[in-house]
């Protein structure tokens, strides 16, 4: 992976900013995916050329994470058990989970336990969208997924300072952030995204992820799936728990309609599909 130098404001460092950037193959593979006009077999095609992120598809596609009812063996089959829209979906997905493979990142600290929180999140996000209704479930897994992508971005960008934001604990964590990168990881995660040619409702998906849902945005239904997910993935064992905001997780659950009885459920259900690492 490359990366890609951005002026930028650091409050009380200077510094330039990096942002990484997608392999080439995958670059020109997000242009397409951007084109309305694009044919599924085009995607198919440029998709075959990246082997590797071929395989990562069809594994993402057969994870207990992505929950579907039969296994998927190769391109050719989602897309005709999926559809298109849902493959699109998940080669966002793939992408991302290749830029979780940092391994560790400070003593103690290794980037499968964000891998394990972005893919429980997701998981918990499907869920609640099939309880909620009137949400695509791949949509809310892949918002789930990508939700704190701004964290890889830290990790990109300077390494050492992640690690000494990493020390901060409740709500010194968003502020230690923008001390160390100029702006906090859902900042941080939307730019990146937006970089990268990411669909525009998650670049604004994950821009929002910390913020209070207010009831006239497009996607406030979907927002409040994906914080409590968030909250829900945070108190799993093994998870990533430190920007968790455990007092946001009543008034998500009763905003969607959801009694507060019914999240034990929800754990235990995410859990048996993806147990602690």
Known sequence: MDDRCTAGDSGARQRPRRLPTLEVATSQLMVYL????????????????????????????????????????????????????????????????????????????DAKCLWYHAST????????????????????????????????????????????????????????????????????????????RFPDWSVELVAGHHAPVAATRPDAALLRVCQLADSLSGSLPGSFERDLAPEALGACAAALGIAESRLDTLRAQVLLECPPI
């Open 34 to 109: 951007r084109d309305p006009e694009v044919s599924d077999q085009r995607v198919l095609s440029l998709l075959q050329l990246d082997v590797a992120l071929s395989s990562t598809v069809l594994a993402v596609a057969n994870s207990p994470f992505y929950g579907l009812p039969r296994r998927v063996d190769s391109l050719h089959q989602a897309l005709r058990i999926l559809g298109f829209e849902a493959l699109r979906n998940l080669i966002y997905a793939a992408t991302i989970q290749r830029l979780f493979r940092q391994g560790r990142i400070c003593p103690g600290f």
């Open 121 to 196: 999140t997701g998981a918990a996000a499907r869920r609640l969208a099939l309880h909620v209704g009137g949400l695509d479930p791949q949509q809310a897994f892949l918002a789930g997924l990508l939700h704190d992508i701004g964290h890889i971005v830290e990790i990109q960008m300077d390494r050492d300072a992640y690690c000494s934001v990493l020390e901060q604990r409740d709500e010194a964590w968003l502020p230690a952030e923008v001390e160390a990168f100029g702006q906090d990881h859902a900042a941080l995660g939307a730019e990146a995204l937006r970089l990268w």
